[in-house]
């Protein structure tokens, strides 16, 4: 007798024998005990969660000639021609390869015919989600009102794709994924049958990655036995598997936090090295920064040995909760991003550098921040600070403080109604010097705060006929830069350029190299906090 997968050599033959369904297996043994069973059932649910197996079983059940309690006996006549696949009144049809309306019209010629031998005629479609449209009309009629000898299974893992006509003929039952625990109870049972000896580590991790489908946890098993040996430990899955070992996700999640590249590199080159899957890493960080989260919330956490939650619990004593969750969002676009691409090694190690540059971090947030004041001017609220001595401005966190005395005035400048276009319009002889000015008020004035603030002290100089050039005698910021050469920007700010110039104009940014000067974006609030008419506060 060949060789049988685990899955298929330990599929449950009663329903007792079901892992993690008992609301279901109950339910349809008493419909079996009453004789009340339904002409179509639709059994749905993620995959190895025991679909198949529980059609298989109900199939038996109600064809057995000697069953017990709704189950059953699996040893007459029936039962074991139903095993073996001798029985012809029992049909699998996979509808993922059967799926045309002539394979459901054949079914329907069937159906006026009486079983051969047992006392019904079971039709089990897997996946029938895959039937075309045409098949689907096809059964339709059949499924409706069926020969009282004829009963439907139908099982899928997709119910929202099965029309609603076919839905409502059926009685669903849905199967949930079963709980590691369950889980890890059939694996030993299926061990101890096995002569395969695991550890309780290796039985949990074995759990995790199966996802809740028994069939899953049942194949991983497998593979780890394929080598001959019947012991089982935690590395020996994570090698099979291609999961990187706890102590260098740890290593790169440590490097993140504390903006350490040279680390974070080596520690990425080292599974690299050991040929694991990126994928698989990116995961590994990710659920490992989840944990360090849940830790951090709850002080619990499961599938860790004494001395990993040792080291969990340092790392979440030294970063925030908001932190851990933006490495999250990050780590989990970088994953989406790294799916469509070619070069997925660069792409990995790219995201993971970008993650430990404190001063793109700093930069982003503060881009954000600034965005927000703009957003919250542009909106007409008109609820800004009154300015506040220089020595006062002491963070990069800028917050709102009402002044009930000022705050009138405030309104006013800020929702005055002056159209910027209708401002730049007037006659400039196209002269920098005249319009320069003017264009950058109408910014101020219409609220564009981010580009106004990154324009201050700058001067219009026309090159050509076709350009007009914009000099930065104080040189430009790498935030600057990077607002600046923003598409919408360039547009916004050549648009105002051309209206001024009377024809369609591009703009250049000057920036004479031995005038350069780096200015933190904090002294650029800093000035809009001494010099704008719209003045707020930055207070720790």
Excluded at 290 to 313: A, G, H, N
Excluded at 374 to 393: D, F, H, M, R, T
Excluded at 500 to 522: D, F, L, R
Aim: glycine share 4%; hydrophobic share 35%.
């Amino acid at each position: 007798m060949g060789y049988t997968a685990l899955y298929r050599k330990f599929r449950p033959l009663t329903f007792s024998e079901m892992v993690g369904q008992e609301h279901i297996t109950k339910t349809i043994r008493n419909q079996i005990m009453a004789d009340r069973v339904g002409h179509a059932y639709l059994f749905n649910g993620g995959r190895g969660t025991g679909k198949t197996s529980a059609a298989k079983i109900l199939a038996r059940a109600i064809n057995c000639l000697n069953p017990k309690d709704g189950e059953p006996c699996n040893e007459c006549e029936i039962c074991t021609g139903a095993i073996n696949g001798s029985l012809t009144d029992i049909v699998e049809m996979d509808a993922a390869s059967n799926n045309s309306v002539e394979d459901i019209r054949s079914i329907r010629e069937e159906v006026n015919f009486l079983p051969t031998k047992a006392k019904y005629r079971v039709y089990i479609i897997d996946e029938v989600h895959m039937l075309s449209t045409g098949a689907f009309n096809a059964l339709l009629k059949t499924l409706e009102e069926p020969p009282e000898h004829v009963k439907f299974i139908l099982a899928t893992t997709e119910p929202q794709k099965l029309p609603a006509t076919i839905l409502s003929r059926c009685q669903r039952f849905d199967f949930k994924r079963i709980s590691n625990e369950d889980i890890i109870k059939r694996l030993k049972i299926v061990c101890s049958e096995s002569n395969i000896e695991i550890t309780k580590e290796a039985l949990n991790i074995i759990a995790v990655l199966s996802e809740g489908a028994m069939r899953d946890a049942l194949s991983i098993l497998e593979r780890c036995v394929q080598d001959g040996a019947n012991k089982i430990d935690e590395d020996k899955i994570k090698d099979l598997v291609g999961i990187p070992k706890i102590t260098f996700v740890n290593g790169i999640t440590e490097a993140i936090i504390e903006y350490n590249v040279d680390e974070a590199l080596k520690n990425i080159d080292d599974v690299l090295n050991d040929g694991k899957d990126i994928i698989n890493l990116l995961w590994e960080i990710i659920k490992y920064i989840k944990d360090i989260l849940v830790y951090k919330s709850s002080k619990k956490l499961e599938l860790y040995t004494s001395e990993e939650l040792e080291q969990i619990k340092i790392i979440s004593e030294r970063v925030s909760k908001e932190k851990l969750i933006d490495m999250i969002y990050q780590l989990s676009e970088l994953e989406n991003n790294i799916k469509w691409s070619t070069q997925k090694n660069i792409m990995f190690q790219a995201g993971i550098i970008k993650l430990c540059n404190k001063q793109a971090e700093a930069s982003s947030n503060l881009e954000e921040r600034v965005e927000k004041i703009e957003k919250y001017l542009k909106s007409g609220k008109g609820v800004v600070a009154q300015a506040v001595p220089v020595q006062n401005i002491q963070s990069t966190a800028p917050r709102m403080v009402t002044n009930q005395t000022s705050q009138q005035r405030n309104i006013d400048n800020i929702n005055k109604k002056t159209s910027a276009q209708n401002n730049i319009t007037k006659k400039f002889s196209n002269k920098s010097e005249e319009y320069w000015p003017q264009i950058m008020n109408d910014l101020k004035q219409n609220g564009k705060i981010v580009l106004y603030t990154n324009l201050m002290n700058t001067k219009a100089k026309e090159i050509n006929d076709m350009t007009v050039g914009i000099e930065f005698p104080n040189g430009m910021t790498s935030f600057g830069k990077m607002v600046l050469e923003k598409q919408e920007n360039v547009k916004e700010i050549s648009n105002l350029v051309s209206i001024a110039c009377g024809k369609e104009m591009q703009i250049k940014y000057i920036t004479p190299q031995e005038n350069m000067k780096q200015i933190t974006n904090e002294e650029n609030l800093q000035n809009l906090a001494n010099e704008s008419d719209i003045p707020f506060n930055i207070i720790e």
